[in-house]
């Protein structure tokens, strides 16, 4: 598919799901598995003070936090309702000084922005995953690296492929009932019409190991982010609500196994960080 039209088809979901992206990393302790998995690897990588870019950031709940954590921040998305809806947010929650800028662009070209800018550069919650073909993908990733000063952490999470053809047989059967849909997922990762609306990419881990494979990266860390809750959204509520020993001890299995490569592989989301070097 055109970069064009999987942009189009991005903006055209994300413009009129701008609530639905705010509540989603927070609605549920599902959920927050992947918001709190990710905050605790930036708070291993990410400086202690600093510019950070947040490229696909949507309605700015990573943005948001890290400005009141102290992070200068500049938000940058594809989707303008997404950006409105953050400005308003942004001022609601007192750091409009912290919220350096907010730009509308897509992550395969970031000219806005001149190179070795910023102290970490985050692409969260899977944009990538919405960009179409390898080419463009790299040159996302290119375009990452560029922006990142030397030494700064880049992080980037997307959708795997596992994850997702586990959650297809209980969520979305109707996914699975076209063969050539299915066998595209399975042999490219790659759906055209994802719930019948845009371009997805789900990756397995190697790959994205392969894409982040650069001369100019180290490899900090590669994680799975709902681990292995991942098919098990309606239990881990349960838990969460029912138990709140059992939903410790849970937790406390996950960080141990989250970096698992079976765990990396079958994950909902994975997490993939690297320092520019
Ligand atoms: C699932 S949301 C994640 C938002 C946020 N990072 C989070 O984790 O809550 C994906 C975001 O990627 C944005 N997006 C999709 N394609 C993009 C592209 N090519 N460039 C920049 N943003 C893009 C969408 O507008 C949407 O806000």
Request: no cysteine; glycine share 0%; hydrophobic share 35%.
């Given at each position: 598919m055109k970069r064009e039209k999987s942009e189009a088809l991005a903006k055209a979901v994300y413009s009129k799901g701008v609530l639905y992206e705010w509540k989603r990393l927070v609605k549920d302790p599902f959920h927050r598995l992947e918001f709190e998995t990710t905050l605790h690897f930036l708070t291993k990588h990410l400086p202690r003070k600093g510019l950070i870019l947040d490229a696909g950031g949507g309605p700015g709940r990573y943005s948001i936090e890290l400005a009141k954590r102290g992070y200068d921040v500049v938000l940058f998305d594809?989707?303008?309702e997404n950006l409105a809806f953050a400005q308003k947010e942004i001022e609601r929650q007192g750091v409009s000084k912290k919220v350096k800028y907010i730009v509308q662009g897509s992550i395969v070209d970031l000219s806005?922005?001149?190179s070795n800018t910023f102290d970490a550069v985050l692409c969260l919650g899977g944009a990538l995953s919405h960009v179409s073909t390898p080419q463009n993908r790299a040159r996302a990733v290119s375009e990452l690296i560029r922006v990142a000063r030397k030494g700064a952490p880049i992080a980037v999470s997307v959708m795997g492929r596992l994850g997702v053809l586990m959650n297809?047989?209980?969520?979305?059967?109707?996914?699975?009932?076209?063969?050539?849909?299915?066998?595209r997922i399975l042999r490219k990762g790659d759906d055209h019409m994802w719930h019948h609306k845009y371009y997805a990419h789900f990756f397995y881990a190697k790959e994205l190991k392969e894409l982040f494979a650069r001369k100019k990266l180290k490899l900090l860390d590669l994680t799975g982010l709902e681990g292995l809750s991942t098919p098990y959204k309606e239990e881990a509520n349960t838990l969460f609500k029912k138990d709140k020993a059992g939903w410790k001890n849970w937790i406390k299995v996950h960080y141990q196994v989250c970096t698992h490569p079976a765990v990396v592989d079958t994950s909902a989301h994975m997490l993939i960080i690297t320092r520019k070097i």
């Open positions: 594809i989707t303008a806005n922005f001149k297809a047989i209980r969520y979305w059967p109707e996914e699975l009932r076209v063969t050539s849909n299915t066998e």
